[in-house]
T-cell receptor, first 116, second 113 residues
Framework: NAGVMQNPRHLVRRRGQEARLRCSPMKGHSHVYWYRQLPEEGLKFMVYLQKENIIDESGMPKERFSAEFPKEGPSILRIQQVVRGDSAAYFC??????????????FGPGTRLTVL | AQSVTQLGSHVSVSEGALVLLRCNYSSSVPPYLFWYVQYPNQGLQLLLKYTTGATLVKGINGFEAEFKKSETSFHLTKPSAHMSDAAEYFCAVINNAGNMLTFGGGTRLMVKP
């Protein structure tokens, strides 16, 4: 059973370009989460999605960032007009729907975005 | 709001020595707590978790952690460090809705031969 897949693993963009990061959850998982790890920091929650719905986007910057999880295909984190401060590792996690009070999250290998 | 503090951004131990990584949390409700490990250029792997029940939790690779409510702590230990334990370790707490992890700043563990 393949784990959470993210691509590309490394992405280089120039200031002002767009970055599109993809995440394919584990088979059978319908919940996707995006986290950002700035250099020398821990991971910070960005957004939580279920198929075709954004459930919690409290950690998303108000401008330039958007996320989707369509009915078919991977989840996409999109960053428009990137700036140097967007350089970070972006991690996706997925979880199944569980009967417990929390969803155990399984993490992908991350996409390392470098903005020149 | 929940928060996690990891004391010591870098910890260095000799191979075979005790590993102790500290984690303190702040939560208004009984917390669910996690330790993750991140090897260079890889994603996070769950080491262990505390939800309910026994306060001493055993995880993979010989690690364990003890939940101490009175101290709001969830320190990670391993009796004998191995070179392969060198990595970054993150403590995390999950929110009430069970869908958002709040991470500490991480502790980079170095193991000397």
């Amino acid at each position: 059973n393949a784990g959470v897949m993210q691509n590309p693993r490394h992405l280089v963009r120039r200031r002002g370009q767009e970055a599109r990061l993809r995440c394919s959850p584990m088979k059978g998982h319908s919940h996707v989460y995006w986290y950002r790890q700035l250099p020398e920091e821990g991971l910070k929650f960005m957004v939580y999605l279920q198929k075709e719905n954004i459930i919690d986007e409290s950690g998303m910057p108000k401008e330039r960032f958007s996320a989707e999880f369509p009915k078919e295909g991977p989840s996409i984190l999109r960053i428009q007009q990137v700036v140097r401060g967007d350089s970070a590792a972006y991690f996706c996690a997925s979880s199944p729907t569980s009967g417990f009070s929390y969803n155990e999250q399984f993490f992908g290998p991350g996409t390392r975005l470098t903005v020149l | 709001a929940q928060s996690v503090t990891q004391l010591g951004s870098h910890v260095s131990v000799s191979e075979g020595a005790l590993v102790l990584l500290r984690c303190n949390y702040s939560s208004s409700v009984p917390p669910y707590l996690f330790w993750y490990v991140q090897y260079p250029n890889q994603g996070l792997q769950l080491l262990l978790k505390y939800t309910t029940g026994a306060t001493l939790v055993k995880g993979i690779n010989g690690f364990e952690a003890e939940f101490k409510k009175s101290e709001t702590s969830f320190h990670l230990t391993k009796p004998s460090a191995h070179m392969s334990d060198a990595a970054e370790y993150f403590c995390a707490v999950i929110n009430n809705a069970g869908n958002m992890l709040t991470f500490g700043g991480g502790t980079r563990l170095m193991v000397k031969p």
